[in-house]
């Protein structure tokens, strides 16, 4: 059973930066693909970014392009999001996803039925 936990979360102030961690354990072999997703009151949980591990494809929301990274370390297991010039529309719950690898998976990344395995989530405030 892959397991995933997430860490980082935090408040800043606008314009701040925080990185997400989210450590998995539990793999059985093969590629995952991984994502990041968050979710604020009131609103539905959306994909944030997401990497087929791999092969390294990145993906991202085009409210996050230019100031989100995604990226990974293979001797950790552990999966990264660095979060530049945050704004206060960042303000969520952040969970990590993982799925096992599959081809037609850049189609469907933003789709949190795509994912099989959740974190339990990060809070992440900004502050205006």
């Known amino acids: 059973q892959v397991q995933l936990v997430e860490s980082g979360g935090g408040s800043v102030q606008a314009g701040g930066s925080l990185r997400l961690s989210c450590a998995a354990s539990?793999?059985?072999?093969?590629?995952?693909?991984m994502a990041w997703f968050r979710q604020a009151p009131g609103k539905a949980r959306e994909g944030v970014s997401a990497?087929?591990?791999?092969?390294?494809?990145?993906y991202y929301a085009d409210s996050v392009k230019g100031r989100f990274t995604i990226s990974q370390d293979n001797t950790k297991n552990t999966l990264y999001l660095q979060m530049n010039s945050l704004k206060p529309e960042d303000t969520a719950m952040y969970y990590c996803?993982?799925?096992?690898?599959?081809?037609?998976?850049?189609?469907?990344?933003?789709?949190?039925?795509?994912?099989?395995?959740w974190g339990q989530g990060t809070q992440v405030t900004v502050s205006s």
């Open positions: 996803a993982a799925v096992g690898d599959y081809p037609y998976y850049s189609a469907s990344w933003r789709r949190d039925s795509t994912y099989k395995y």
């Open positions: 539990g793999y059985t072999g093969g590629r995952y693909c």
């Open positions: 990497i087929r591990t791999g092969y390294g494809y990145t």
